[in-house]
């Protein structure tokens, strides 16, 4: 059972436009999302997160938007720039483990 | 800044071989884990250790897996008798209490022949 899915699968964005990327989740006791981006070759490093008695979380370009009656929650990266271009992983926290998404990889072209 | 380090980066073996990857996580954090990622795929969890032991594994973390924490700051993964599917990238990550970011290390790419 996929507990997180997370479309699309790619993305390519023009330099100054907005990158979306979508997840869902199953499980009603996940109690932190986050969001992590990923170089090649590198490990995950964490983006920005949220909880679920939040509807929005915003650090700088990046905004978590979180509607938890659908079970539902997106990155939206305003103003992207390649160095954006990488891959991005939605993850829902059990308290034991992190449930990752399938990744979405993302080409911000100048 | 403190990170999650791992050693080696890249490990070569044999099937049927055994290997030990090795984790330095950030040195306050408690909570420790292991995940895996096939290339271009996601990342999947192993295990997760708390306390001086497992609180948690996945399916994929059969008898042919184990951790330990032989000291106070390593943390090992260790796979028995390689198979070619253990192909992976391996993560480390840890946390400290009360906190749900995990960190996670550069990881160990495993190639298995």
């Known amino acids: 059972q996929q507990q997180v899915k997370q479309s699309p699968q790619s993305l390519i964005v023009q330099k100054g436009g907005i990158s979306i990327i979508n997840c869902a989740y199953e499980n009603t006791a996940f109690d932190y999302f986050p969001w992590y981006q990923q170089f090649p070759g590198k490990g995950p490093a964490l983006l920005i997160a949220i909880r679920p008695d939040v509807s929005e979380k915003k650090e700088g370009r990046f905004t978590i938007s979180f509607n938890k009656s659908a079970k539902q929650f997106s990155l939206h990266i305003m103003d992207s720039q390649p160095g954006d271009s990488a891959t991005y992983f939605c993850?829902?926290?059990?308290?034991?483990?992190?449930?990752f998404g399938t990744g979405t990889s993302l080409t911000v072209i100048p | 800044e403190p990170e999650v380090t791992q050693t080696p980066s890249h490990q070569v073996t044999q099937m049927g071989q055994e290997v030990i990857l090795r984790c330095v996580p950030i040195s306050n954090h408690l909570y420790f884990y292991w995940y895996r990622q096939i290339l271009g795929q996601k990342v999947e969890f192993l295990v997760s250790?708390?306390?001086?032991?497992?609180?948690?594994k996945s399916e994929i973390f059969d008898d042919q897996f184990s951790v330990e924490r032989p000291d106070g700051s390593n943390f090992t993964l260790k796979i028995r008798s390689t198979k070619l599917e253990d192909s992976a990238m391996y993560f480390c990550?840890?946390?400290?209490?009360?906190?749900?970011?995990?960190?996670f290390g550069p990881g160990t790419r495993l190639t298995v022949l």
């Open positions: 250790f708390y306390n001086n032991e497992i609180s948690e």
């Open positions: 993850a829902a926290d059990s308290g034991n483990q992190f449930y």
């Open positions: 990550a840890s946390r400290t209490y009360r906190v749900n970011e995990q960190f």
